[in-house]
């Protein structure tokens, strides 16, 4: 695709009508204060590179995928993180954009096969997920999410079924609250049987268990992490116009798709050198850090980095440096902190800017 500067100086290509303040960290991830930007809650966001059509597309193909399933989504579900339209659906009945519901599975001590769970939103207690409990006489006893959409076609439950290859199955036990109980019961009906009255589990109380928990992405989500990196690199280095033709192969990888592993690794490693020795911060936290050498400019992005979990690192190469300048290298960096536990709802996060010198950054 032949990526052109427009009239209006979008960076993208597409129907260009008027050009939209853009959120460079996406504002699922909630509320931050940094420099004051007028009608803008503080937020220090990108301006004049993209338009509002072009804004509103990239959103839709990379964005809903990105904070409504995967690892992304379960930390937004986990500490109760909303949006700008409020609370995300739950993640673990619902896929987003070609990628499933997340999967959590786990064993509680009454019962002596695995069960699906789901966290509640906001802590870490978990419970059963909405599911029934099949069996078949080979394979043994196997969980079934009753996902959202089976509400409006109890068949789809068929599907599910048959990815798992239990087709002669029979329903064995039920976990689903009384208020759902009308249609749960025509799901399984859908099965070819009905769970006894006693094997029904409709009232639980939240607890903590191990769980497994599995989650799985398309490109999409790799193509909002690009966006954020490189929206990121042209607010952290504003002489960058982000039309130079050192990153049209960025941009139509974010707009188009195509093969991540070219531009998104995901790394081990920490960006902040003291993390990788141990250290952790003390509130939940977003790092993005944009590093401009002679060759080439590159994003590192970490998000939810918190006091028990160091997420992995993703290094976003944006492409060359479009200046022929010989210059030192250089760094820009900030930390997005959320608010501690004891905060008023709806308070909101911090923008830190990290500190300029490269020391403080792991080398990469």
């Not at 939209?20 to 699922?28: T, V």
């Not at 479009?322 to 900030?334: N, Q, V």
């Amino acid at each position: 695709m032949d990526i052109q500067q427009s009239s209006l100086n979008c960076i993208y290509p597409g129907p260009h009508t008027v050009m939209s303040p853009e959120h460079y960290l996406p504002e699922g991830f909630g509320r931050f204060h940094g420099a004051k930007t007028e009608g803008l809650e503080g937020f220090e966001v990108l301006e004049d590179r993209v338009c509002r059509a072009c804004n509103n597309a990239i959103g839709r193909k990379t964005e809903d995928q990105f904070l409504r399933t995967g690892p992304i989504a379960f930390f937004r579900w986990m500490l109760g993180v909303k949006g700008k339209d409020g609370p995300p659906p739950s993640p673990f009945y619902r896929g987003a954009s070609g990628a499933p519901p997340i999967v959590a599975y786990g064993r509680a001590s009454e019962f002596p096969f695995d069960l699906l769970w789901e966290v509640q939103p906001g802590t870490t207690d978990c419970f059963p997920l909405r599911q029934v409990i099949v069996e078949n006489p080979l394979a043994g006893k196997y969980p079934i999410p009753i996902l959202d959409s089976m509400k409006s076609d109890p068949a789809r439950i068929l599907d599910e079924v048959r990815k798992m290859g239990l087709v002669s199955a029979r329903p064995v036990h039920l976990f689903a609250s009384p208020e759902e109980m009308p249609w749960v019961s025509k799901v399984v009906a859908a099965l070819g049987g009905e769970v006894p009255g006693d094997l029904i589990s409709s009232t639980f109380e939240p607890r903590k268990i191990e769980v497994i928990v599995k989650v799985e992405v398309t490109s999409a989500f790799f193509r909002a992490v690009a966006k954020i990196g490189f929206h990121y690199a042209l607010k952290a280095f504003p002489d960058l116009q982000g039309t130079e033709p050192e990153f049209y192969p960025i941009k139509d990888f974010i707009w188009s798709g195509g093969d991540f592993e070219q531009f998104v690794r995901q790394r081990t490693d920490s960006i902040i050198a003291d993390f990788r020795f141990g250290e952790r911060p003390i509130r939940w936290s977003h790092i993005l850090l944009a590093d401009r050498t002679y060759e080439s400019l590159t994003a590192f992005a970490q998000f939810f980095v918190g006091p028990q979990s160091m997420p992995v690192t993703y290094e976003i190469a944006l492409g060359r440096n479009p200046s022929r300048i010989a210059m030192p290298p250089e760094a820009r960096a900030h930390i997005f902190i959320y608010p501690d536990s004891t905060s008023p709802p709806g308070t909101c996060g911090v923008i830190s800017d990290l500190a300029p010198s490269r020391a403080s950054f792991a080398a990469f």
